[in-house]
């Protein structure tokens, strides 16, 4: 169970959204378990426009958003009713005591860099390249292209040119698993970045072909043991010279 009570307050930074016909409406909040389910919705004269939607608390004051959030959340998020975030706060912030307040950040999300052919929940294998495509309203000037796995950084390419591809190398260090990502930032402007979906790394060579390797190798060194011959009722247990061989002549 929670171990805190949640305010009923939610603040919308929406000083971007002003400048035209878009309002955001909080709908309504749910307990879900150790899930916080916030619901709101997103009008937009303009169908077409893309944002960038976060949810903050008041544990930090605000000071950073919430990473454990499922839903539509975070960028290219399209105007609509009855949106959800799911908010895992217990796994986040644990067993805090206290009231707490939510804050929904929107704002017009416009990518330095729009990433294409690329998909979300692919396998990738470690220690190998593979193509990146992304589109650019601005090309030219260098990016760094980050490999995460979740928000932890595990290595990357620096200073990368701007030109819409790369082959990148995945980390042949990068442990297999899931919740992998790379970022794509403006060496520029560091405020500038986004993110691939979540993908899958994977072992060069499948640890099961490995293993049946290894067997066929112990396999094959058994019968090369056992080939040495024998008498058909087992053979003799007692070392015996090689007849007609030149380091053991016959007695």
Request: glycine share 10%.
């Amino acid at each position: 169970m929670l171990k805190y009570r949640l305010l009923l307050f939610f603040a919308l930074s929406i000083a971007a959204l002003k400048l035209t016909a878009q309002t955001v409406t909080m709908e309504k909040i749910e307990l879900a378990g150790e899930l916080i389910n916030v619901y709101y919705s997103l009008d937009d004269s303009n169908p077409n426009h893309e944002y960038q939607i976060d949810l903050y608390s008041s544990k930090d004051n605000f000071a950073e958003p919430l990473t454990k959030v499922s839903g539509e959340v975070g960028a290219e998020i399209k105007p609509g009713v009855y949106h959800m975030i799911s908010w895992n706060a217990y796994e986040e912030i644990g067993g805090y005591e206290g009231e707490l307040a939510l804050e929904i950040r929107a704002r017009v999300y416009i990518p330095f860099v729009k990433i294409t052919g690329f998909d979300a929940g692919a396998k990738f294998k470690r220690g190998q390249a593979y193509p990146l495509l992304w589109k650019s309203g601005n090309m030219g000037g260098q990016i760094d292209i980050e490999l995460y796995k979740d928000q932890s950084r595990v290595g990357g390419d620096r200073n990368v040119p701007n030109s819409g591809k790369y082959e990148y190398a995945f980390e042949g260090s990068a442990k297999p698993g899931k919740d992998y990502r790379l970022k794509f930032t403006n060496t520029r402007n560091r405020d500038e970045a986004t993110y691939t979906g979540y993908f899958q790394i994977v072992p060069k060579i499948p640890i099961v072909i490995k293993v049946g390797a290894l067997a066929g190798l112990a396999a094959g060194a058994y019968l090369l043991l056992n080939s040495s011959g024998g008498s058909e009722s087992g053979g003799s247990s007692a070392a015996e010279p090689l007849a007609g061989h030149p380091d053991f002549p016959d007695p």
